[in-house]
Each structure stands twice: as structure tokens, then as C-alpha cells.
């Protein structure tokens, strides 16, 4: 079973920074991609930062230049350092991940259950 656990969401006010944490757990061989997703209240949910197997990164034209996603293959983990927060970065952050299950290269997409960030103007 695989499980995706975020951390690091919090309140913090305008300007401000926080650090978002994915670990991913469970049996399974790797894992291909890594995205941070996020939904505000009444809005759909957005595509914030994705990172590949390699490293290759991708951002919303919202949060480009704020924000940086990181991967530590051997720890399992993907980051999403958030600088210069905005009200508007107010929502539920999610981590999902492609996680390849077996040597046979049956993959997965696996979602976490998400962190809140709230940001205070």
C-alpha cells in the first residue's frame, strides 16, 4: 500500500515563507513524477509546481520566481519551498506522485489528503 503524507502547511502572514514536505511510503520500485497541486474555496483545483524523475521543473505562471520545488529521490521526498506568500496562495496544498509499483513498470498516481495554507494580508 502507498501513502503520500504532506507537512508544513501553517498560517503565516503576507510577504512571508513556508516549506511544504511529501513523503511517499510503502511498497513500491520508484517514483516518476512529483506535483503539488492546490484549492481555494470555490475554485477548481490548480497545478502549482510539478518535477520529474530527473528534475525537470514546471510552475504555474502564478508562483514562478516565489516558490521552488525539490525532490530527494533517495529519501523519497518532494519539498515546495513558498517565498513572498500571497493571500491569494490561500488554499489546501496536495502532493501526488506517479509511483511505479513493481519491475514490470505498473505505475499508480497516488494523492495525499493535502496541508492547508493560509495567508493573512
Known amino acids: 500500500h502507498v501513502r503520500l503524507e504532506e507537512s508544513g502547511g501553517g498560517l503565516v502572514q503576507a510577504g512571508g515563507s513556508l516549506k511544504l514536505s511529501c513523503a511517499a511510503s510503502?511498497?513500491?520500485?520508484?517514483?516518476?513524477?512529483m506535483v503539488w497541486y492546490r484549492q481555494a474555496p470555490g475554485n477548481e483545483v490548480e497545478l502549482v509546481a510539478s518535477?520529474?524523475?530527473?528534475?525537470?521543473?514546471d510552475y504555474a505562471d502564478s508562483v514562478k520566481g516565489r516558490f521552488t520545488i525539490s525532490r530527494d529521490n533517495a529519501k523519497k521526498t518532494v519539498t515546495l519551498q513558498m517565498n513572498s506568500l500571497k493571500p491569494d496562495d490561500t488554499a489546501v496544498y496536495y502532493c501526488?506522485?506517479?509511483?511505479?509499483?513493481?519491475?514490470?513498470?505498473?505505475?499508480?498516481?497516488?494523492w495525499g489528503l493535502g496541508t492547508q495554507v493560509t495567508v493573512s494580508s
Open positions: 510503502g511498497d513500491f520500485v520508484s517514483i516518476n513524477s
Open positions: 501526488n506522485a506517479q509511483i511505479i509499483l513493481d519491475n514490470a513498470s505498473r505505475s499508480a498516481t497516488y
Open positions: 518535477i520529474s524523475r530527473d528534475s525537470n521543473t
